[in-house]
């Protein structure tokens, strides 16, 4: 396959993200399109890295996973802790917490 369907395919993954990431105001919704953001990026660090021939990218790919993972776990801890204090989840409460 060429490189340049991986790197259309992340590209659009990664607007999708952008999108959700600027459009929603759930906290788990924003939280996954973190998450698509960062499967695109995954997607072309392996793609550049197979296209060179060596696994750098997929090493790199592995750490973001690794930093993905981190992510959800505080993020998601993070929303429970609003959701105890508001019973909502959206974002534009939170500013509500203040004090």
């Known amino acids: ?15 999708l993200g952008v999108y959700g990431m600027l459009a929603r105001r759930n906290a788990v919704m924003i939280l996954m399109s973190i998450e ?13 890295g197979a296209l060179h021939g060596n696994l750098t990218g997929q090493i790199f790919a592995f750490f973001v996973i690794a930093v993905a993972a981190a992510e959800v776990g505080i993020g998601l801890a993070i929303v429970l802790l609003i959701y105890r204090n508001r019973a909502s989840v959206n974002v534009d409460d939170v500013d509500l917490m203040k004090g």
């Open 36 to 48: 698509l953001m960062l499967n695109a990026i995954n997607i072309n660090l392996v793609a550049f």
């Open 1 to 15: 396959m060429k490189l340049n369907l991986f790197l259309t395919l992340s590209a659009f993954l990664f607007c």
